[in-house]
Structures are given as structure tokens and as C-alpha cells.
Nanobody, 119 residues
Framework: QEQLVESGGGSVQVGGSLTLSCAASESRIVVNTMGWHRQAPGKQRDLVATIRNARAIKYADSVKGRFTVSRDYAKNTVSLEMNNLKAEDTGVYYC?????????????WGKGTLVTVSS
């Protein structure tokens, strides 16, 4: 059973930076899109950034220009560099990946890592 393991969450002040990382536990897998979603307190889980390849990258409007998603295709890892953090960026950040399993793409999710941005 594939697992996604996130790291890098924590507490930071407004204007600060954090980098999140996520690694798939299995190396012999085929991965399509990887990315990050976040869930703020009391709100639904929303897309933050996804990356399939260098020409297929999406960001939520609220993070454009501040966050950068990147990927290591050989290691099946995805990172999220977050700069100029705002209080509204607070939430649990979930890594996800579309992995080829038994003839179809299946979504896998990490357990989440908490990011707290305070003034």
C-alpha cells in the first residue's frame, strides 16, 4: 500500500517562509499529478498547487506569486516552497498523488502537516 509522507510544517510569523516536502513510500510506481491541498479551520479542503510536468502546473489564485511547487520525478517527491506567508495560509496541508494501480489512476493522500501563520 503506497503511502505519502509529508514533512516541513510548523509555526511561522506573517511574512515568513516554510517549505513542505512529500515523498511516496514506494519507488517502483508510476505517478501522474502530485500536489498539495489545504484545509483551514472550519473550512473545506481546497487545492493549493498541483504539478504534472513543467508545463502543467496549477496554483490557487490566493497563493500565486508566493508559493512554488516542484517535483523530483526520479524520487517521486513533491515540494511546496511558501514565501510571504499570511495568516490565511494557516491550515493542514495534505500531499496527494495520482498513482497507477491495477489499470487506473488512483488518488493517494498523506496524513497532513499543520502550518500555523501568526502575527
Amino acid at each position: 500500500q503506497e503511502q505519502l509522507v509529508e514533512s516541513g510544517g510548523g509555526s511561522v510569523q506573517v511574512g515568513g517562509s516554510l517549505t513542505l516536502s512529500c515523498a511516496a513510500s514506494e519507488s517502483r510506481i508510476v505517478v501522474n499529478t502530485m500536489g498539495w491541498h489545504r484545509q483551514a479551520p472550519g473550512k473545506q479542503r481546497d487545492l493549493v498547487a498541483t504539478i504534472r510536468n513543467a508545463r502543467a502546473i496549477k496554483y490557487a489564485d490566493s497563493v500565486k506569486g508566493r508559493f512554488t511547487v516542484s517535483r523530483d520525478y526520479a524520487k517521486n517527491t513533491v515540494s511546496l516552497e511558501m514565501n510571504n506567508l499570511k495568516a490565511e495560509d494557516t491550515g493542514v496541508y495534505y500531499c496527494y498523488a495520482e498513482i497507477w494501480k491495477s489499470g487506473s489512476w488512483v488518488e493517494y493522500w498523506g496524513k497532513g502537516t499543520l502550518v500555523t501563520v501568526s502575527s
